[in-house]
């Protein structure tokens, strides 16, 4: 099987030759090309050269464009500080106010912040790998752009205020009328990487995580809005059978498994804080999993064995019968040794398919077929 064979039949729920392998390494690519990150993130040749030269070295079967957190942001005019050897970073907040959001318009994506750095990149990995590797785009959940252009510290203030009824009358309407305002944008530009030829549709809205608000505010500020993002990339990508959706928020979310599960997402990224076996009880059924090695401690910190030992493990809780990626809870970080990215591929390889990989009822195990 081809590595895009193996994604894609995983997000089926089919058995594979092997567990696909995903980490989350988006900037870190840089490392395998020697380009600094303020330029990285500024020219999609660079991000698409450095992905393709990451996927060379590991054999690993994703490729991505994910870098920044602000390049959609930007084009509402929000203040970027960009630097040489890092991520860009924001400088203030864009709204004074709540009325202003009224004001936003929906983004062009061939045009608007640097959303064009990023279709550029993806349409180059498509052209280059694209038949053989599957491509996963980028894209900014609507309540994460809304925190940043409020300021994320008084906008969750502000949610917690309205929660508890402190907040000014028409408050709560204003803010549902930004992050819908943001939810237009993002699934403009998701529609936008459907049509370049994205594999896997991915939403980043790591600020809606239970580590930062409710379960219940999850459900009535994020969820409706995830919702309606995935609907309408779907009926754009229906006529092809290659396109699957993948929500990733960051923290410990077992309080909304279900939840996630139920906004019609293909792929959910599993942070390290949760349990895959956990996830795989309870949302195994309804959609693929990926993930969910410490990016921190694993990663960066742990040797090749330690790596080895951990995705076995991994693939063991979370692996039966298919619809699983091995991935990483979060984003790799940048000054990781490259033989871990490859210790991954390699216990992947040896711990051998799939469907080898049976669940007993007080746990799970390792089975090799006879």
Do not use: W
């Not at 390049?71 to 960009?82: P, Q, S």
């Not at 491509?135 to 252009?149: D, E, K, M, W």
């Not at 994205?198 to 969820?223: F, T």
């Not at 033989?339 to 591929?345: P, Q, T, Y």
């Amino acid at each position: 099987m081809t590595s895009l064979e193996r994604v894609l039949e995983s997000c089926r729920h089919r058995a594979t030759n092997r567990v696909p392998i995903g980490p989350f390494a988006g900037f870190y690519a840089a490392r395998m090309t020697g380009v600094p990150l303020g330029r990285y993130v500024m020219d999609g040749r660079h991000i698409a050269d450095a992905q393709i030269a990451l996927q060379r070295r590991t054999g690993q079967d994703i490729v991505l464009t994910a870098a920044d957190a602000y390049y959609l942001a930007e084009g509402y005019g929000l203040k970027v500080r960009y630097y040489n050897e890092a991520l860009p970073t924001c400088e203030e907040a864009l709204l004074k106010s709540l009325g202003e959001a009224d004001d936003l318009p929906v983004l062009d994506p061939l045009k608007d912040g640097r959303m064009p750095v990023y279709l550029d990149a993806l349409e180059r990995l498509v052209e280059a790998v694209g038949d053989r590797v599957a491509v996963r785009c980028t894209g900014t959940g609507p309540f994460s752009i809304a925190a940043y252009l409020y300021g994320m510290q008084d906008f969750l203030a502000l949610l917690a205020e309205i929660e508890s009824g402190e907040a000014d009358e028409g408050d709560e309407a204003a803010v549902h009328r930004l992050i819908g305002r943001c939810a237009e944008t993002s699934a403009a530009f998701l529609v936008a990487q459907v049509e370049a030829g994205a594999h896997l549709i991915y939403l980043g809205d790591s600020l809606a995580s239970c580590d930062m608000i409710s379960p219940a505010m999850y459900r009535k500020y994020a969820q409706p809005h995830h919702r309606a993002i995935f609907e309408r990339v779907k009926e754009v990508a229906a006529s092809r059978d290659d396109v699957f959706t993948l929500l990733h928020i960051c923290g410990n979310n077992s309080s909304l498994l279900e939840d996630l599960a139920a906004t019609g997402v293909d792929v959910l990224e599993i942070d390290q804080k949760l349990d895959l076996a956990d996830c795989k009880r309870r949302i195994g059924g309804r959609v693929t999993l990926i993930g969910n090695l410490d990016p921190t401690q694993t990663i960066l910190r742990g040797t090749p064995d330690l790596v080895r030992q951990q995705s076995v493990e991994a693939i063991t809780k979370a692996g039966a019968g298919g619809g699983f990626i091995l991935g990483t809870g979060c984003f790799v970080p940048y000054d990781s040794p490259i033989e871990n990215l490859k210790a991954m591929v390699e216990a992947a390889e040896t711990f051998g398919a799939s469907n080898n990989i049976k669940t007993s009822p007080i746990g799970t195990e390792s089975v090799q077929k006879p």
